[in-house]
């Protein structure tokens, strides 16, 4: 059965823990993807932005 993940994080906050395998330094957008590629399944449901979509309008 598939999971609802909702992910709170200010895009500017950079005193965040790093994350290994990212080029640092390590931002939550960086969290983002990487919970949409390594933790989620197919049968999980992702409604979020991406980390390289401008959504500023």
């Known amino acids: 059965m ?3 993940v ?3 994080y200010k895009y500017k906050d950079n ?5 290994p ?3 640092q330094p390590t931002w939550p957008c960086d969290y983002v993807d990487y ?3 390594k933790v989620l399944s197919d049968s ?3 409604k979020g932005e991406n980390s390289d979509e ?3 309008s």
Not at 15 to 19: M, N, T
């Open 54 to 56: 401008d959504i500023s």
């Open 35 to 37: 919970i949409k590629d």
């Open 2 to 4: 598939g999971r609802k």
């Open 44 to 46: 999980d449901i992702y």
């Open 6 to 8: 909702f992910v709170s």
């Open 15 to 19: 005193d965040v823990k790093e994350l």
């Open 21 to 23: 395998g990212v080029v």
